[in-house]
């Protein structure tokens, strides 16, 4: 499982998270709780490491939030000038349309060549082309891909309450 609380420490011991202990919907609290777990993260040896939440990955149903949380100098909903975290932060957003829970959230660290994979095991090739009635062409096509994660302290993600 990709976003766990129990993600082992191989040579110090112990586990790390990288979600919530309790799924979280988006919300100011829920990132800043995201900024203290991700700011605690270290490598296997117990040693910190510096990764830094860069971007959020949201389904459309929270956009107009993640706006809101992103994008205002100020705290929404209420009467305080407080300045909000993730403008503090420069933190940015996009919207997966294929995401298929409406208030799951993720925030991403800095890219990284460990991190989430994708790759091509074979590109896409045409192999054979039938001419079944004029004007229509059937063609047999594949392709195959992998996908996967080298290291989990790539992402943080919460499947919302």
């Given amino acids: 499982v990709l976003c766990a609380t129990d993600h082992p420490q191989a040579k110090a011991g112990g586990s790390q998270k990288n979600r919530p202990t309790t799924q979280a ?10 900024f203290a777990d991700v700011g605690d993260w270290e490598d296997d040896a117990g040693k910190k490491i510096k990764r830094r939440i860069k971007m959020l990955g949201i389904p459309q149903q929270l956009a ?4 809101r949380i992103t994008r205002s100098p100020h705290l929404q909903g209420t009467a305080n000038n407080d300045i909000t975290p993730g403008d503090l ?11 298929t829970d409406e208030d799951a959230w993720f925030g991403f660290t800095e890219k990284r060549s460990d991190g989430l994979i994708w790759f ?4 896409f090739a045409v192999e054979d082309q039938y001419v079944i009635n004029p004007g229509f062409l059937e063609v047999i096509a594949d392709y195959f891909t992998s996908s996967g994660w080298g290291d989990w302290k790539v992402v943080y993600g919460s499947a919302g309450a």
């Fill in 89 to 99: 932060r420069g933190l940015t957003y996009f919207i997966n349309e294929y995401f």
């Fill in 25 to 34: 919907d988006l919300s100011i609290t829920a990132l800043d709780q995201m």
């Fill in 64 to 67: 107009w939030l993640a706006e």
């Fill in 120 to 123: 091509w095991r074979q590109k």
